[in-house]
């Protein structure tokens, strides 16, 4: 398989997952009282959200790749 090829197709996925979960969520860990033996923790949950347009630009990029790998073959 040609590299252009892997690579249009690793876009296209990455385009289909960005478009399905809108977003990266992630658990953080803080300390909130550390004192000697005695210690409390918080967990954070944090989304980096991810906007339609790189899915969309992603499977564009795919989709031009794959084609124009074709074309040159």
């Known amino acids: 398989m040609r590299p252009a090829a892997l690579i249009a197709i690793v876009l296209f996925i990455i385009g289909i997952i ?16 550390d004192i000697g033996p005695i210690q409390a923790t918080k967990q954070e949950h944090k989304t980096i ?10 499977l564009v990029g795919g989709a031009v790749l794959l084609v124009g790998d074709r074309r040159a073959s």
Not at 49 to 57: D, H, K
């Open 18 to 33: 960005s478009l399905g979960y809108q977003g990266i969520t992630y658990t953080r860990q803080r300390k909130v009282v």
């Open 49 to 58: 959200p991810l906007p339609p347009i790189v899915g969309v630009i992603a």
